[in-house]
Nanobody, 124 residues
Framework: HVQLVESGGGSVQAGGSLKLSCAASGYTFSGLCMGWFRQAPGKEREGVAAINAGGSTIYADSVKGRFTISRDNAENTLYLQMSSLKPEDTAMYYC???????????????????WGQGTQVTVS
């Protein structure tokens, strides 16, 4: 059973940066496909970025060029470096995982059975 714990959220001014972390346990991390999702009040949860076991990445158009997803298999940790933050990036950010081998990383939330509790990001 995969357990995920996010950290690193906070409040930041527009144009600023934050780095989110997601610590994983309960499974061989290097074999997981991982994703970051976010949900703003009154909106559906949307995919932000994903990375598969091979290190291939995919990004939502809204964050391309501003966000970078990465993983450290030695530390069992997923990261999301967020730069040039905008007020519309304000949301609860969730880490998600699947043990299904995905040749192409996916930001479709239905692919992910394991979720963290979320970390709040507020941009003003």
């Amino acid at each position: 059973h995969v357990q995920l714990v996010e950290s690193g959220g906070g409040s930041v001014q527009a144009g600023g940066s934050l780095k989110l972390s997601c610590a994983a346990s309960g499974y061989t991390f290097s074999g997981l496909c991982m994703g970051w999702f976010r949900q703003a009040p009154g909106k559906e949860r949307e995919g932000v970025a994903a990375i598969n076991a091979g290190g291939s990445t995919i990004y939502a158009d809204s964050v391309k060029g501003r966000f970078t997803i990465s993983r450290d298999n030695a530390e069992n940790t997923l990261y999301l470096q967020m730069s040039s933050l905008k007020p519309e990036d304000t949301a609860m950010y969730y880490c998600a995982a699947t043990s299904v081998i995905l040749a192409t990383p996916s930001v479709y939330r239905g692919n992910y059975p394991y979720w963290g509790q979320g970390t709040q990001v507020t941009v003003s």
